[in-house]
């Protein structure tokens, strides 16, 4: 148990839906990444927040913004669901600092159908 | 921009025996490289990573990895394989470039396959 929790851990939606993808990190790691793990992809960093702010972008879709809240928990929104959004959706944590590694949560598995 | 690789899809090996998972990298300053591994309808667990120092750097359940700076690799080994090593391994490379904030770039991942 990497100590990162999420919610829920399967999601069915429909296309051009909207979900929320909930990670809450290890007791004590400001930074939280969102990753997406799908088969023609692999895994492609989405975006970093570190205590509240957005750090980093990465191959993230307009349709997808997240939030870091005051209590370090974190939210993915993804809009206007496609088919090609199913997939695995992990969050990871981690203190600051380049030399820490990230720990992973069990992910979140979004079939769009 | 950096960029890892792995060049095998799948490693088949009998259990005993030695199992090499090969990543290459590419950044423009110094690695941070990571292992993960990951098994079925699990998150990624971290395995080892090297920042600086030794070469050969010892990680969990018995794997080692060893950087190669003129090679550009950091290949994930373990002496002898258990059937439960099967699973989907990554390798990982972090910039240290301020703008790159901590963010892992992960390789398409490396099938290991043990058979008893």
């Known amino acids: 148990d990497s100590g990162v929790t999420q919610t829920p851990k399967h999601l069915i939606t429909a296309t051009g839906q909207r979900v929320t993808l909930r990670c809450s990190p290890r007791?004590?790691?400001?930074?939280v990444y969102w990753y997406q793990q799908s088969l023609d992809q692999g895994l492609q960093f989405l975006i970093q927040?570190?205590?509240?702010?957005?750090?980093a972008k990465g191959n993230i879709l307009e349709r997808f913004s997240a939030q870091q809240f005051p209590d370090l928990h974190s939210e993915l929104n993804l809009s206007s669901l496609e088919l090609g959004d199913s997939a695995l959706y992990f969050c990871?944590?981690?203190?600051?600092?380049?030399?820490?590694?990230?720990?992973f949560g069990p992910g979140t598995r979004l079939t769009v159908t | 921009a950096q960029s890892v690789a792995q060049p095998e899809d799948q490693v088949n090996v009998a259990e005993g025996n030695p199992l090499t998972v090969k990543c290459t990298y590419s950044?423009?300053?110094?690695?941070?490289l990571f292992w993960y591994v990951q098994y079925p309808n699990r998150g990624l667990q971290f395995l080892l990573k090297?920042?600086?120092?030794?070469?050969l750097v010892k990680g969990s359940y018995g794997f080692e990895a060893e950087f190669n700076k003129s090679q550009t690799s950091f290949h994930l080994k373990k002496p002898s394989a258990l059937v439960s090593d099967s699973a989907l391994y990554f390798c990982?490379?972090?910039?240290?470039?301020?703008?790159?904030?901590?963010?892992?770039?992960f390789g398409a991942g490396t099938q290991v396959v043990v058979t008893p």
């Open positions: 990871a944590s981690s203190p600051q600092g380049v030399s820490y590694e990230q720990y």
């Open positions: 007791s004590g790691d400001l930074s």
């Open positions: 927040y570190y205590n509240g702010e957005e750090r």
């Open positions: 950044v423009s300053g110094n690695p941070y």
């Open positions: 090297y920042i600086t120092g030794d070469n």
């Open positions: 990982a490379v972090r910039d240290i470039v301020p703008d790159s904030w901590g963010k892992l770039q």
